[in-house]
């Protein structure tokens, strides 16, 4: 008796977006290190050249900042693909993290990591523009 919940998904699915997810992982990996390599690279420009002009001081720091969000947005995806991949092997995947519900097969084929449906996504999604746009 297999107990383990699959949702929709039938093995040879799963198998395909496990596929997916893992060259995912391996691209964003790739791209954590070209962008990590970057930033030191940057830095130890900045630090070998003497920054006297403090415009050019503060242009550098944003660059940086830009580059540490980017590095953080990557992490945070890998983190995805990574419980993804583990809720392949322990079972759940393909259902909503929220409601439960089997997360659509074309949702998962565009987005392996896809953890919410798409009637969460959304509701989610609206509450952060609702967040953002008291501000104004
Ligand atoms: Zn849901």
Do not use: W
């Not at 390599?37 to 003497?50: G, M, N, P, T, V």
């Not at 403090?54 to 550098?60: L, N, S, V, W, Y």
């Not at 900042?65 to 092997?89: D, P």
Request: with cysteine; charged share 25%.
């Amino acid at each position: 008796m297999n107990t383990m919940k699959l949702c929709c998904l039938n093995q040879s699915q799963l198998k395909g977006l496990k596929r997916e997810l893992q060259i995912l992982h391996e691209q964003l990996q790739a791209d954590l290190k070209a962008e990590q390599s970057d930033q030191q690279e940057e830095l130890s420009q900045i630090s070998c050249s003497e920054v006297h002009d403090r415009c050019e001081a503060a242009a550098a720091t944003e660059l940086n900042q830009t580059s540490i969000s980017h590095i953080k947005q990557l992490e945070e995806e890998i983190r995805e693909c990574q419980s993804a991949l583990q809720r392949i092997e322990n079972g759940g995947y393909g259902c909503c993290e929220k409601c439960g519900e089997e997360i659509e097969l074309n949702r998962l084929m565009a987005n392996p990591a896809a953890v919410l449906c798409v009637g969460c996504q959304s509701r989610d999604e609206l509450h952060r523009v609702r967040d953002s746009g008291a501000a104004f």
